[in-house]
């Protein structure tokens, strides 16, 4: 059961550009949501969180936005630029309880290329 | 600061054989989680441990076992290993349990390969 899905394996996007990777989550009981990106070789690295008490949160050129109603939330890049080309994972939590509580569940990635 | 540490980064197994993984996290963190990254499964939640306790656990067999030391270095032990075994095992620690904090620093991974 794929509790965290990334429906798109991979994403290609211009140099500049807005990238827009998505993610949905059927578990009602998620309530913080995470963003990793991953090089080759690397262990995954943590970009931005939301909590489900807010619908957007910002850093830098990437903006997370939480659709709960949806159970959808998205990560965008703006601009894009060639280095934030990498696998990137959705992850979700959940702090109140259930059978996802205490561990992150992550979704299966996706690739994004960034040309220049 | 220096980051989580895995140790060995490549290992080559038999079946049958046993593996020991190794994991120092960042200086102040006492919380140690694994997971195993496979091309099919993604990112799966193997445990938990703090304060030398294993705090959560994944669905994984009573072949893949863990314990932390006083000092919150951990290994993961996975005992007659099978084929499908071969993954990268990623550690990562945070100050404290993944159910408070939810931020999660991950080392390099130890690549296993079962032939």
């Keep these: ?116 | 600061k220096a980051g989580v540490t895995q140790t060995p980064r490549y290992l080559i197994k038999t079946r049958g054989q046993q593996v020991t993984l190794s994991c120092s996290p960042i200086s102040g963190h006492r919380s140690v989680s694994w997971y195993q990254q496979t091309p099919g499964q993604g990112l799966q939640f193997l445990f938990e441990y703090f304060s030398e306790t294993q705090r959560n656990k994944g669905n994984f067999p009573g072949r893949f076992s863990g314990r932390q030391f006083s000092n919150s270095r951990s290994e993961m032990n996975v005992s007659t290993l099978e084929l499908g075994d071969s993954a990268l095992y990623l550690c990562a620690s945070s100050l404290g349990l993944t159910a408070n904090t939810g931020e999660l620093f991950f080392g390099e991974g130890s690549r296993l390969t079962v032939l």
């Design chain 1, 1 to 116: 059961d794929q509790q965290v899905k990334q429906n798109s394996p991979s994403l290609s996007v211009q140099e500049g550009r807005i990238s827009i990777l998505n993610c949905d989550y059927t578990n009602s009981m998620f309530d913080y949501f995470l963003w990793y990106k991953k090089y080759p070789a690397e262990g995954p690295t943590f970009l931005i969180s939301i909590s489900s008490i807010k619908d957007k949160n910002e850093d830098g050129r990437f903006t997370v936005f939480l659709n709960k109603s949806a159970k959808h939330l998205s990560l965008h890049i703006v601009p894009s630029q060639p280095g934030d080309s990498a696998v990137y994972f959705c992850a979700a939590s959940a702090r109140a309880g259930g059978t996802s509580y205490g561990k992150l569940t992550f979704g299966q990635g996706t690739i994004l290329t960034v040309h220049p």
